[in-house]
């Protein structure tokens, strides 16, 4: 038999296919009542296979689809078999990204919940994961609060990732506390290559070895902070004198971003690679540096920060409230925004911590992200919301 190890991701032309071959694995494995987990978007991202990870030995198996349609396509085939259809919906950026203005993006947020409509008439349940307060390049945040509250309008399930997530939203979202999942952002535990020593991440890099070093990794947009960096950098440099700064991620809205990215290629402290960093080098950046700096200006759930303490790292990020349970002072470091001074002295603090001491705060934290203790209990956890719906 010819195996074929394609990730679900890629085989998302095929979900028919996809959902009959996992609702066999299902009735083999004895599960009376499966559930196929149709997730959009279909675009690959470790989060996916973190969250996922545990699904089937609860019964259920993400399908990656393109479309709601395709999701209310899998009802038949699911009924077949005794099996329920849930859309997981995750990042809704892409339903308003080509809106050219607020009218498009009415009739556009208006079809969006007509589909959703359809696919609930055809007995597909609703869940959806808060990733973001809204999409990081946002053109017209009005239309996109009125696209998010057409979800929760219909989701049986909101899985949040934040203790204060409900909270900082409630001024645009009302969120039903008896449909609200909370299930932390797994760590990212196994998932980026992780062999290289300093001394090799730094020769890579073009550091100086005994440099003191920070990074900022993650695709580059306006409320990253890179500006806000930037411009603590000189008084970073007065408290450590031969600092380098260490930049790298895809860049988004370059109009904005240009400006920013051309300082920092001026700027012979900094070292900047604007463009998605392979998966095999991330641990170049994670090893190179002493700390990793997040001067994010709004946040709802950081990958950087989790993959940051996953690798040992110290972190400096604001003190706002969708990051105070990463506050460990063992392994981070907090300021307050408007002030290069501040995040300047936090990046120092950050640089004198023990290493020993932040490598065991860390393992700490991201041992209660697990992925494997997260994918279980959101695979749980979502048969418990929907069981009472």
Known sequence: MLLDLRPAQARVDEPALEAADALRALE??????????????????????????????????????RTIADAASLVPIAAIAGARVVLHLHWLFGILRNAADEQEATRLVAGFAADLDRARESGVSIAWTIHNVLPHDARLPDAEVALRREVVARASVVHVMSEATVDLLADQLTIPAARVLRVPQPAFTGIYPDWIDRLEARRLLRLPPDAPAVGLLGALLPYKGLDDLLGALPAVARLRPGIRLVVGGSVGQVDRMQPAIDRALADPRVAIHPRRVPDDQVQYLMRGVDAVVLPYRRVLNSAALVLALGFGRPVVFPNDPALREFADPAASVTYERGSPEALAEAIDVALALPRDGVAAAARQICADRDPATVSTAFARGLRDHLGRW
């Not at 987990?37 to 996916?48: D, G, K, R, V």
């Not at 030995?57 to 990656?64: F, K």
Request: charged share 5%; glycine share 6%; aromatic share 10%.
């Open 28 to 65: 083999a494995l004895g599960h009376p009542q499966p559930i196929l987990l149709a997730c959009y978007p279909s675009t690959p991202t470790p989060f996916y296979s973190l969250l996922y990870a545990r699904a089937m030995e609860s019964g259920i198996v993400p399908i990656h689809v």
